[in-house]
């Protein structure tokens, strides 16, 4: 089985270089932390989406928001 190397075994030019969007790692992990907890908002949707068309509309607008704060750092952080 192969194994992932650790962060800090990967040439920093074979890595993403994330120092526009966050200061340090801690900062990227309290974002993504944040981001993490909103995916079990989903759940709300679950066996509703055909119940009428705004519904769906309401999940794909949260769907939308979510996508845009993973990709865009719009994480509101607690």
């Known amino acids: 089985m192969k194994m ?3 962060r800090s075994e990967v040439q920093a030019g074979d890595t ?3 120092a526009s969007l966050f200061a340090n ?3 990227w992990e309290q974002a993504l932390a944040a981001w993490e907890k ?3 908002e989903f759940d709300a949707f679950a066996g509703t ?3 009428s068309a ?3 509309a ?3 607008a949260f769907d939308l928001e979510i996508d845009r704060a993973a ?3 719009i994480v509101q952080q607690d």
Do not use: N, Y
């Open 49 to 51: 989406l055909g119940s």
């Open 38 to 40: 909103r995916i079990p």
């Open 54 to 56: 705004e519904r769906l």
């Open 71 to 73: 990709d865009s750092r």
């Open 25 to 27: 790692d801690a900062e």
């Open 4 to 6: 992932l190397p650790k």
């Open 16 to 18: 993403w270089d994330l």
């Open 58 to 60: 309401e999940c794909l």
